[in-house]
């Protein structure tokens, strides 16, 4: 290969590993927006159900689920596998959330809800969950096979140690506590933004 071919072929790769740059970053950034108008569309959802009576707008359960759902509108863009494996990584080794949150157990001793109400707000909580999941699995290109890798590991291990446990349920248990994980960043990320509009706008 002679030097005008050499330089031919790096400029070519280059142009290419560009061209792919460019073509993930607008994946990213539309798979983003739509993750964060799903969100704005279980807020009204939300909203339009309390309006419709169905519960307080008053209502502690109400008032987390829409914190929860504002948060991590606010914080869609930072939602990544990235973010959640170096936030699980942190939080084993250097603990910073001592306590999670868990909305259903929260929903669930809610004596200010019907029934009705207590399963419609844990379905709205799920479906942001599962958005949240997909949202993860779609932008990552090594999340979804570690997730396979890790499933595959928990099948074996339990096979092998003779449990009668269901796999699908300690892996959507494993999930539930990462998702929680990420919930609680996105809120105290607004918090903290909130708390220094505030104390920008008193000086």
């Known amino acids: 290969?002679?030097?005008?071919?050499?330089?031919a072929a790096v400029l070519y790769t280059g142009a290419g590993l560009v061209a792919l740059w460019f073509t993930l970053s607008c994946y990213r950034t539309a798979a983003t927006d739509k993750f964060r108008q799903d969100l704005f569309a279980l807020?009204?959802?939300?909203f339009d159900y309390a309006r419709a009576g169905g519960v307080r707008f008053d209502n502690r359960s109400y008032a987390r689920l829409r914190n929860l759902l504002n948060s991590m509108i606010r914080f869609a863009h930072e939602v990544s596998f990235v973010r959640l494996a170096a936030a699980i990584v942190a939080e084993h080794f250097k603990p910073v959330f001592h306590y999670l949150p868990n909305f259903v157990k929260e929903v669930e001793t809610d004596c200010d809800l019907s029934d009705e109400a207590?399963?419609?707000l844990?379905?709205?909580h799920e479906r942001m969950y599962k958005l949240t999941f997909a949202h993860i699995l779609s932008t990552s290109v090594v999340a979804l096979p570690l997730l396979v890798v890790y499933a595959g590991y928990r099948l074996c291990r339990d096979l092998i140690s003779g449990s009668?446990?269901?796999p699908e349920k300690i892996l959507d248990h494993r999930?539930?506590?990462h998702i929680q994980l990420i919930e609680q960043q996105a809120v105290e990320t607004r918090d903290e933004q909130?708390?220094?509009?505030?104390?920008?706008?008193g000086v």
């Open 1 to 7: 290969m002679n030097h005008s071919s050499e330089i």
């Open 43 to 46: 807020r009204a959802d939300l």
């Open 118 to 120: 207590r399963k419609r």
């Open 122 to 124: 844990t379905d709205i």
């Open 164 to 166: 009668n446990r269901i």
């Open 175 to 177: 999930l539930n506590d």
């Open 194 to 201: 909130m708390r220094e509009r505030f104390a920008t706008a």
